[in-house]
């Protein structure tokens, strides 16, 4: 028998299936006896798992974390092919008398146009925008961006963001969705002087435009303003002003701090004041490091072998730090279809069983990356690519957007950026619209993981956020359509009519980043870490 | 996990019944695929926009994901958006190894045994340019089932046919890329 079985055909095919572990038992059984006998199949065979191991160590690069924003970008901005080749008769007629209004609105709007302003989107009578559409304008001359932001309000009122992408060309994001079916009027107030002293005066309508009759899904028939790039300028926008002006304003927080943290950094220090209270000054300026971290179903473990320590995030909103050992240890792995311990963390994961239970199982592979840490008086900041921890010594931490990169994913442009928000107070006609002044806003530093209970988050004179804020920055879709865009961050700034005090001496304006693209990026940023880990935390300050 | 008495807590997305979310499944395997995808067109830039075009496609299409096992539909889209790319640039040829090795090799070359490094670098530039003659369906076979950990019937759902010719495939795929090694003038590979 054996000298049958020894004396069987090569056959190439078996072997290759014998390697993917398809063969049922007795066919691997003829393999493996065959294999014994011939060394062209063991040469094979070595063969195929020597290619395997070496396409393996083909270099890829990770990917970069911006790609939920591309995607987001994507999804947002392209529209669906809809089905209006065969549009219905009420259609028709809706679209008809659209049309007419579109019309009149022209007739009516050319004539208020003002000489100076070159062209606008929507154009004048567009009809049929997206509820989630920015404003553009565009001058023949440069403008002067603090008139200009004191004149401008949309009609009925909104509160908008201010992004200039040059000196002749501004963007009007609004911060919450554009009511349906509704005529908007970008109206100038007062007048804009151009930096040559030229000035016009008056009241005069940039552009006149009517919404979409329901809030757009992803097809709607007006694409949102097509800018991928939008985004990211509103954000380098966002870090231009706070760099600017937090520079003297964290000292002045802080009184006598002598170094001041930089990018990212910077912007949740300057812009949080629990943080900056909570940490108290850098004692030293931020380093660079290698960090490695993996996502667990109730937890995250980051290494910092030059800090020699391994940091347990844990979901309840507490973090541990621990020695980092040597690593040694193999990846311990789970079966098909699960993510295995990373090699840096599988020696702690061998060693703390206790852990394995509380953290729960892997959902993504660890991550090696460049990182950067900064020492504080009471805590650490720490940059992983697309995220900024806070760790207190008290043993609380929280999760940051880092806006910084964000930002740096586009070319950063030297313009300035504001907030301006309705204030109901100063209307002389008493109609719903009202003057827009600035207003501080911060949505993208409020911390994604609420790795703070709400108590200490408290501090005096400072208005928490509005609890519908939370949820939303986790909310997230499925199917065909982006989740109802009400409340968010635009109810934040409509439940704080009132400026928050601001603190510090600046005269510029705090951080802002604009618009419901916020908000889907908020939702897109929270893909990138599993869900488990979201709803844990948010369940846990409530429930303790 | 490994250790006995410990049982994962939640079941991960593949072995769900129903079908996750698309961020679950985003989050899941955007990081695969965006190396699956690297690793089949050799460039990691144009891999990066397969990859979001991929997943746009996926959101699109979410309806019709299958229930359970997400992975073989997204590589399927992942798979089929690449070759319509490289079919529409008739870009079938890797980018030369060494423009991109020069991108990412540093990362690559520990410093303890350069030597090796070199020899290892040497057998990679081979492996690429025989997986460049690779028809590119064998080379997707391929790379799905040894760098992806798909099992055979995965990469058949993937690439549209039955287990038995998924097989038939790897098989082809694995001849030919060893040809190709030693007609390059490859050593017989070894341990």
Known sequence: MASVLRSLPCDAPLLSAYRDGALDAPARCLVEVHLRSCQACRQALADYERMAALLETLPTAPPRHRMAADLAARITFTPLPRSWMAPSSEILVAASVVAILAIALILHTVALLPTTMVAAYPMPGASDVSTDTAVRVTFPRPVDRRLFQDSIRLDPPVPVGIVWDSPKEVDVVPLTPLSPDTTYTLIEEESIATPSGDATAGSRTLTVFRTAKQSPDLGGPTPVVPRSGKLAQALVVATVTSRSSSSASSGAATGTCAIVPQRGFELIYAGRPEVRSGLGCPQASERAVVTHTQVFQHGVLIAIPPNGALYYLSADATWQALALTSNDGPAASGGHGTWTIGPTFSRYWTDHPDAQVSLGAPTGPEQSSAGATEQFDQGMMLWTPGWIFVLRDDGHWQRFVDVWALAAGSAPTAAAATVASPTPDTTPSGSSFGRLRLAPVTPLLTPIVAGLPPAPMATPGVQAHPPDVAPLLFASWSGGTLPATVGGVGAAVNADPSPRPISRPSRGPEPIACGSQIRQLNQLWSLIEPREVMTGCLADPGSN | ?191
Not at chain 2, 75 to 97: K, M, S, V
């Open chain 2, 1 to 191: 996990m490994d250790v006995p008495g410990v049982a994962p807590a939640v079941e991960p997305y593949e072995q769900a019944s129903s079908i996750p979310t698309f961020e679950a499944a985003f989050a899941t395997y955007h990081s695969a695929i965006c190396a699956y995808l690297q690793r089949l067109i050799g460039n990691p830039d144009d891999a990066y926009d397969l990859t979001v075009a991929s997943f746009e496609k996926a959101y699109r299409n979410w309806e019709r994901a299958p229930a359970g096992n997400v992975a073989p539909w997204l590589y399927r889209i992942a798979t089929n958006t690449c070759l319509d790319e490289l079919r529409r640039r008739r870009l079938i040829r890797w980018q030369p190894f060494d423009k991109f090795a020069a991108v990412f090799q540093p990362r690559h070359v520990s410093r303890d045994n350069p030597e090796r490094d070199v020899i290892r670098g040497e057998q990679c530039a081979l492996l690429r340019s025989a997986m460049d003659k690779l028809n590119p369906r064998h080379r997707a076979a391929l790379l799905m089932r040894e760098c992806q950990g798909l099992s055979c019937t995965e990469v058949g759902e993937a690439l549209g046919v039955s287990r038995e010719a998924a097989k038939q495939l790897l098989f082809r795929a694995r001849q030919q890329l060893r040809e190709g090694y030693l007609a390059l003038g490859g050593e017989p590979l070894d341990g």
